[in-house]
């Protein structure tokens, strides 16, 4: 039988994973709102996942979201081991979702409550 302890902290990952997923939906609006398309969503490579790949123009951008409980707490939430891992997986999915003349980039949204979303163009610099 499962401890109580082990039971509190799944239901914080289930709570975690609802929070994020409902991040990525949030993001995912924004940047059609913006005017972008949203090609593909929770992309996983080897290197690592791309919450969403979007595309406006000639522009293909890897998307990276992260969802805090405080707008706060959104100047902690990405970090540049984090950014390296997006980027890798970024370069993996190029050749998949990107064609002759179209520029890439890695973007980060950044998601709380109660704020409009934050979106950082060209978070990685790489």
Do not use: Q
Request: charged share 30%; no cysteine; hydrophobic share 45%.
């Amino acid at each position: 039988m499962p401890s109580p302890r082990s039971k509190k902290n799944s239901e914080e990952r289930r709570k975690a994973e609802a929070a994020g997923r409902h991040g990525e939906r949030m993001a995912a609006w924004w940047l059609w709102l913006k005017g972008w398309s949203i090609l593909d969503r929770r992309v996983r490579t080897p290197a690592g996942e791309i919450d969403i790949v979007a595309r406006k123009g000639n522009l293909i951008s890897f998307v990276e979201v992260k969802t805090r409980a405080t707008a706060a707490d959104l100047d902690f939430a990405i970090d540049e081991r984090r950014l390296a891992r997006v980027a890798a997986a970024a370069e993996v999915l190029m050749p998949r979702y990107a064609g002759p003349g179209d520029d890439i980039r890695v973007d980060v949204i950044l998601i709380a409550p109660r704020t409009l979303p934050r979106h950082i163009e060209n978070a990685w610099m790489g």
